[in-house]
């Protein structure tokens, strides 16, 4: 299973974009990226999930360069709503899904 | 309305009690997990099971104990062979992709 690091913790401002990157040197193959997020005393909700280059919904972008070592998840003028922690996983249907700590995002006015 | 439901909410043990948290989805997934999760931590595998009547240990198992008689359910069995339980618990399911939809969650508390 492909390792992911994630930085613990980032604060930033209502308005701005905040990008999330999240490294997974040892990548394989055939494994997706996939982010979710979780607030408080919930379950993960499924974000975004791309294999390679760009990924757009309606809520987040995924960057994913061509070595695919690292991605970087974008949330585009962040609310107070977005404070949450994000989570980046690594891995196939036939892997355990591991989630690591995630990164906590805190978002100020 | 589909979706994974979880219950009961929250959960008062005594020690050197069993308790049985469920787990039910109408999402017609194969595959179902249950989750730990401390405080300030990230989520802990505890079992999953891709396909009725078969499941596997995840990485803390120890203490705990699962089946999986129907598709739509996954029942986890905290034991008192689990020495530090209080815990909040999530279950998720996945079709045949690796994308998982979480339940609410249960929140366990041994007095």
């Known amino acids: 299973l492909a390792k992911t690091t994630q930085p613990i913790s980032m604060d930033s401002y209502e308005g701005q974009e905040v990008n999330i990157t999240c490294s997974h040197n040892?990548?394989?193959?055939?494994?997706?990226i996939t982010w979710y997020q979780q607030f408080p005393s919930q379950g993960p909700r499924f974000i975004i999930q791309?294999?390679?280059t760009k990924v757009t919904n309606e809520v987040a972008s995924l960057f994913i360069p061509a070595d695919r070592k690292s991605s970087t998840l974008s949330l585009p003028r962040v609310s107070l709503s977005d404070t949450a922690v994000y989570y980046c996983?690594?891995?196939?249907?036939?892997?355990?899904?591991?989630f690591g700590k995630g990164t906590r995002l805190h978002i100020l006015p | 309305d589909g979706g994974i439901t979880q219950s009961p909410k929250y959960l008062f043990r005594k020690e050197g009690q069993n308790v049985t948290l469920s787990c039910e989805q109408n999402?017609?997934?194969?595959?179902m997990y249950w989750y730990r999760q401390d405080p300030g931590q990230g989520l802990r595998l505890i079992y999953y099971?891709?396909?009725?009547?078969?499941?596997q240990k995840g990485d803390i198992a120890e203490g705990y104990s699962v089946s999986r008689e129907k598709k739509e359910s996954f029942p986890l069995t905290v034991t008192s062979a689990q020495k530090n339980p209080t815990a909040f618990y999530l279950c998720?399911?996945?079709?045949?992709?690796?994308?998982?939809?979480f339940g609410p969650g249960t929140r366990l508390t041994v007095l």
């Open positions: 040892n990548i394989a193959t055939n494994d997706y």
């Open positions: 791309g294999y390679k």
């Open positions: 099971s891709q396909i009725v009547n078969d499941f």
């Open positions: 996983l690594v891995g196939t249907i036939d892997d355990k899904i591991i």
């Open positions: 998720a399911s996945s079709p045949r992709t690796d994308t998982q939809y």
């Open positions: 999402l017609n997934h194969d595959a």
